[in-house]
């Protein structure tokens, strides 16, 4: 993972940033860049998210349809139920989304 001089880490989690160490080595292992966008401002695709700072678009743009599946399952496996993993069209959506645990 390289991060580019336009990229502000402020303002996110921690259980994001783990979450992004996480997808680098998956993208890593299979021998691809991981290019990410941080939405810390405004959600995916509408106006507001809950969870801002909790939210990162990983690019898949250049990724055939079977690779961005190994990928988004292979993330889910390892991330645990806390994260939301959805491939979205150019981009594998995650978010940290703890559960409610009683
Ligand atoms: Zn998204």
Excluded: W
Excluded at 6 to 30: C, P
């Amino acid at each position: 993972m390289k991060l580019n001089e336009d990229i502000t880490l402020y303002g996110i989690s921690s259980e994001l940033l783990i979450a992004l160490a996480v997808a680098a080595t998956v993208y890593d292992n299979k021998g691809l860049a991981l290019v990410f966008t941080l939405l810390k401002s405004r959600g995916c695709g509408q106006d507001f998210s809950p969870y801002l700072g909790n939210e990162a678009d990983l690019c898949s743009r250049y990724l055939d349809k079977e690779t961005q599946r190994k990928v988004k399952t292979e993330l889910s496996s390892r991330l645990g139920a806390d994260y939301g993993v959805v491939l979205e069209r150019g981009h594998i959506h995650l978010k940290y989304q703890p559960k409610l645990r009683g």
